[in-house]
């Protein structure tokens, strides 16, 4: 039985109070199976199989991505610069209307490539041909929370096929891959699906007992919208709907008022910050301060990378934590530890995984992460932790470990040929450009 010794390595272990600490790690059975602080006890030592020298890395929970669309990878730089619903309507919408099942394989696995080499161990995926992304998830190795995204705007009978096709994905993929794969239920938007659509995905995620996930006020002229079309604002109208009567994660959340923040908090509903995107996209900035100030669990989203345009956490949690400072005016909101926490810990309990991923802990999965910080942008070494949120890029990411499987070996990959993917998503990308 293979027992994985790290030794005098940093390790960083994400809990409420924060540890980071000098000293060494054993992974068996996909779970850490002990940690300490100063050197290797010799019984550990001696049941070690493997052992790596951690001298010159710091360890730390894989980062949660909780909101992207892993197969816009293939739409990466394709349409920049524009309002969102130009870029959706116009450009985005009618160039995913020619994706095929093999374009949403190559185009997530091109994602999986940048996830894995940027730290990303888990991901939450909203798409089309969802068992492409599931197949691209099981070789991978990566944990994801995967959904069939669903956009009402069509005939009834065109309606009633999406609903089962997310159904189905459901029931076939839940708890696959070793339990890696979730599965959540996706109506897209409240402004892309009718009420009474809406109500069906509600029932359907009562029934198969799984969360929620959908894009919600991350716009203005959204929420105005849906006050023309409902008489309220997206979040009493999803509240009437009863879809905060199952755990959901809503996207971006970017324009709430104080009632709606209290409501959010009031029923437990996470949400998924995407700061890049909202600023790509001029979309607004949303009330992270303010959000989390009413406990609100708010974790972090790269969005897909034909509106970021990468799938780096260590860059969003960058912006996250520098952007509520500089439009509150005030240096001390989201400070680092707040923002690593978001890229960690909090993704895990936005996704249900509390307690399984998000921190180095006894007994947890093994998803973990080795950054070098033998880099003079690590030096002096004052604060591990400020320097991951302001320091730290993706690149700085050597080895990844998922369920215990190590995905990335010394900046290469094991379980993924990234060659092959990036040419066959060049491939598909001048098939949809032709």
Same mark, same amino acid.
Not at 106 to 124: D, N, P, R
Not at 388 to 409: A, E, F, I, P, T
């Given at each position: 039985?293979?027992? #994985?010794?790290?030794?005098?390595? /940093?390790?960083?272990?994400?809990?409420?109070?924060? %540890?980071?600490?000098?000293?060494?790690?054993?992974?068996?059975?996909?779970?850490?199976?002990?940690?300490?602080?100063?050197?290797?006890?010799?019984?550990?030592?001696?049941?070690?199989?493997?052992?790596?020298?951690?001298?010159?890395?710091?360890?730390?929970?894989?980062?949660?991505?909780?909101?992207?669309?892993?197969?816009? %990878? #293939?739409?990466?730089?394709? =349409?920049?610069?524009?309002?969102?619903?130009?870029?959706?309507?116009?450009?985005? +919408?009618?160039?995913?209307?020619?994706?095929?099942? $093999?374009?949403?394989? +190559?185009?997530? =696995?091109?994602?999986? *490539?940048?996830?894995?080499?940027?730290? /990303?161990?888990?991901?939450?995926?909203?798409?089309?041909?969802?068992?492409?992304?599931?197949?691209?998830?099981?070789?991978?190795?990566?944990?994801?929370?995967?959904?069939?995204?669903?956009?009402?705007?069509?005939?009834? $009978?065109?309606?009633?096929?999406?609903?089962?096709?997310?159904?189905?994905?459901?029931?076939?993929?839940?708890?696959?891959?070793?339990?890696?794969?979730?599965?959540?239920?996706?109506?897209?938007?409240?402004?892309?699906?009718?009420? $009474?659509?809406?109500?069906?995905?509600?029932?359907?995620?009562?029934?198969?007992?799984?969360?929620?996930?959908?894009?919600?006020?991350?716009?203005?002229?959204?929420?105005?919208?849906? !006050?023309?079309?409902?008489?309220?604002?997206?979040?009493?109208?999803?509240?009437? #709907?009863?879809?905060?009567?199952?755990?959901?994660? *809503?996207?971006? =959340?970017?324009?709430?008022?104080?009632?709606?923040?209290?409501?959010?908090?009031?029923?437990? !509903?996470?949400?998924?910050?995407?700061?890049?995107?909202?600023?790509?996209?001029?979309?607004?900035? =949303?009330?992270?301060?303010?959000?989390?100030?009413?406990?609100?669990?708010? %974790?972090?989203?790269?969005?897909?990378?034909?509106?970021?345009?990468?799938?780096?956490?260590?860059?969003?949690?960058?912006?996250?934590?520098?952007?509520?400072?500089? !439009?509150?005016?005030?240096? /001390?909101?989201?400070?680092?530890?707040?923002?690593?926490?978001?890229?960690?810990?909090?993704?895990?309990?936005?996704?249900?995984?509390?307690?399984?991923?998000? @921190?180095?802990?006894?007994?947890?999965?093994?998803?973990?992460?080795?950054?070098?910080?033998? @880099?003079?942008?690590?030096?002096?070494?004052?604060?591990?932790?400020?320097?991951?949120?302001?320091?730290?890029?993706?690149?700085?990411?050597?080895?990844?470990?998922?369920?215990?499987?190590?995905?990335?070996?010394?900046?290469?990959? /094991?379980?993924?040929?990234?060659?092959?993917?990036?040419?066959?998503?060049?491939?598909?990308?001048?098939?949809?450009?032709?």
């Amino acid at each position: 039985m293979t027992r #994985l010794l790290i030794k005098q390595g /940093t390790f960083v272990t994400i809990d409420e109070q924060f %540890s980071v600490f000098q000293g060494w790690l054993a992974v068996e059975n996909g779970q850490i199976a002990a940690m300490g602080e100063g050197e290797v006890p010799q019984r550990e030592s001696e049941s070690a199989t493997e052992i790596l020298d951690g001298s010159g890395l710091l360890f730390m929970p894989g980062l949660i991505n909780t909101h992207g669309h892993a197969a816009m %990878s #293939l739409l990466r730089g394709m =349409a920049d610069d524009l309002v969102l619903q130009d870029w959706l309507q116009n450009h985005m +919408w009618p160039t995913e209307a020619k994706f095929t099942g $093999d374009d949403v394989y +190559w185009g997530s =696995a091109l994602a999986a *490539v940048e996830m894995i080499k940027s730290g /990303t161990t888990t991901f939450v995926d909203m798409y089309d041909h969802m068992q492409r992304v599931a197949e691209v998830t099981e070789t991978s190795g990566l944990r994801a929370s995967l959904t069939r995204g669903v956009i009402g705007l069509c005939p009834e $009978d065109v309606q009633k096929a999406k609903l089962e096709d997310a159904i189905r994905f459901a029931r076939e993929w839940h708890g696959q891959a070793n339990g890696r794969i979730n599965v959540m239920i996706s109506p897209h938007a409240p402004y892309t699906c009718p009420p $009474d659509y809406i109500l069906k995905f509600v029932e359907a995620a009562h029934e198969l007992d799984l969360p929620m996930h959908t894009h919600m006020s991350e716009t203005l002229a959204e929420v105005e919208q849906n !006050v023309r079309d409902y008489g309220c604002r997206p979040v009493e109208h999803l509240d009437r #709907l009863g879809m905060f009567s199952r755990p959901t994660l *809503v996207a971006h =959340a970017v324009h709430l008022n104080d009632e709606e923040i209290a409501l959010l908090a009031e029923r437990k !509903v996470a949400v998924s910050h995407n700061p890049i995107s909202n600023l790509k996209l001029a979309s607004g900035v =949303a009330r992270v301060p303010d959000l989390l100030k009413a406990g609100v669990t708010v %974790s972090l989203g790269t969005d897909g990378a034909a509106s970021n345009n990468n799938l780096d956490l260590f860059q969003e949690m960058t912006t996250a934590a520098l952007l509520h400072k500089g !439009v509150s005016g005030d240096p /001390t909101v989201v400070p680092a530890v707040e923002a690593l926490r978001m890229a960690t810990l909090y993704g895990a309990r936005s996704l249900g995984l509390e307690g399984a991923v998000g @921190q180095l802990k006894v007994g947890l999965k093994a998803d973990i992460i080795a950054v070098n910080i033998a @880099q003079a942008h690590f030096v002096p070494r004052t604060d591990y932790v400020s320097h991951l949120v302001y320091s730290g890029r993706g690149s700085d990411v050597v080895h990844v470990w998922v369920d215990g499987k190590q995905l990335l070996r010394d900046r290469q990959l /094991t379980t993924l040929d990234e060659e092959k993917i990036m040419a066959e998503a060049e491939l598909c990308y001048r098939r949809l450009r032709a």
